[in-house]
């Protein structure tokens, strides 16, 4: 499957942000994707993952303020950031595996998107 991110920009604190990724390829309902970001000098991290089934999973530092949605007859995932921090700002990467491996590590999706930047000023 490839995958395509966009929607990312510059947004001050306290605004929103709606990233889009979309899928072609295999059908994509039979996998799980989620969301994932890294900051310069960091390491990437997990931020939100829905799997085949539609059980979602949150990091710990975006619950309550991002929810992850999918609609698979577009073959679109979707990360809805409300309430944005500076800590947010980042390169947000969208992510696809096929089997049910450990989802909050970047080691168990093996498809991945170029990336969009998301920028939140103070």
């Known amino acids: 499957v490839q995958l395509q991110a966009s929607g990312g920009g510059s947004v001050q604190a306290g605004g929103s942000l709606r990233l889009s990724c979309a899928a072609s390829?295999?059908?994509?309902?039979?996998?799980?994707a989620g969301w994932f970001r890294q900051a310069p000098g960091q390491e990437r991290e997990f931020v939100a993952t829905?799997?085949?089934?539609?059980?979602?999973y949150y990091a710990d530092a975006v619950k309550g303020r991002f929810t992850i949605s999918r609609d698979n007859a577009k073959n679109a995932l979707y990360l809805q950031m409300n309430n944005l921090e500076p800590e947010d700002t980042a390169i947000y990467y969208c992510?696809?595996?096929?089997?049910?491996?450990?989802?909050?590590?970047?080691?168990?999706?093996?498809?991945w998107g170029q990336g969009t930047q998301v920028t939140v000023s103070s």
């Open positions: 390829g295999r059908a994509f309902r039979n996998y799980s």
């Open positions: 992510a696809a595996q096929s089997l049910s491996a450990t989802y909050t590590s970047p080691a168990s999706y093996h498809y």
């Open positions: 829905t799997t085949w089934g539609g059980t979602t």
